[in-house]
């Protein structure tokens, strides 16, 4: 079993690897590999050994073909879909993030209870009631759930997503889901991220000052 | 010295706290409080300790006074000024995201490469060129910057930051920065946060065959 952190890597040095492609690069070492993602040549080593893929580090992996296997790894041959709850700015945003950046990982559709934007196309996908959320998730067969709501009605789309076969959820609502076991959830709290920067900023500024 | 950890928690009951007055709700006990963060009631007591608090437990406490103290605490009282690098589909999400949500982080200012940005005003601010980004940074008299570059660009870009006098930097470039001992950075990796979902979600519906 690979683990979390792993998986979060893998992730990593793939799109470290897509640069180095793009700049015409064609073979890396694990050093350079792990200094481009903040980690150690032992631990690149050991997370490429976990998914079975063995280099030739003599001349450094070929980029390409480790690309390659890590995609092989990580990535649904066929493509994940994804549906997303809670159309404001930051859904929007996550929308089009995506689709530049991840094609493979395909909002095919979105939920909002806003009349405004249901019936409507948002980012090319069909924003549907989010009243309708259980039989149209079952109908689109999809298993991924973004949550872009506010914290207050994050539970409740949660509840929905699970009975509507949902096993994987990335929530940006600020509050903490309730999940059966076999659910992954991932918590992504910009607030609370930038928050921290200011506390830290703030905090900062004071530490000249005895006791700060 | 108050934790990392703590101040992220400490962040998400305010927010808990502020929905809680929305619904017209006065008074809170801790284990309340503490099953809607996800967490426990003496983690939250512990936590208010850290920043002085004392309330009344036996009927719970002040809701207002409390999400006050916290603001208190955590806040620069006049506001943080912070910019914004790198003016895509995401760093324009994150500057109307953080002006209805936060508008005590205020993004004064965002910098970008790209002519047709340099000038006008994104999100009611001034879109400033990258070239001008240590001169501006100063002039404008900010510690905190926000990264929303592709990966090969965000070290050349926080060293820029770095070198203008800012202390605290979120990160939403899919790279580690190397920066100073006194500059705080925390990183928001949207797309390994959406990959590692995906994996997951492929993973389990792998589960029934053996040795996955």
Known sequence: ??????????????RLLTELLADD????????????AGGTAPQVRRDL???????????????????????SFLDNPNGTR????????LGRAIMSYFKIQRPTLNIVASFDSDPKKIGS???????????????????LDVRMGVI???????????????T???????????TRLKVPDHVYVEHV???????KVAYFVQSGRKSTEPDA
């Open 1 to 14: 079993m690979v683990s979390e952190k792993t998986i979060g890597r893998l992730s990593l040095y793939r």
């Open 25 to 36: 690069r064609l073979n890396v070492y694990s050093h350079e590999l792990a200094s481009l």
């Open 49 to 71: 050994m976990a998914i079975g893929y063995s280099g030739s580090p003599s001349k450094g992996y070929d980029i390409a073909d480790l690309a390659d296997s890590i995609s």
């Open 82 to 89: 994804v549906i997303l709850v809670g159309v404001g700015n």
């Open 121 to 139: 196309d948002i980012c090319d996908r069909p924003c549907c009631d989010i009243a309708e959320l259980e039989t149209k998730a079952l109908e």
């Open 148 to 162: 872009a709501v506010p914290a207050d009605r994050a539970q409740n789309v949660s509840d929905k997503l699970v």
């Open 164 to 174: 509507a076969g949902i096993t994987g959820i990335l929530n940006f609502a600020p």
């Open 189 to 195: 709290d910009l607030t609370t991220s930038m928050e």
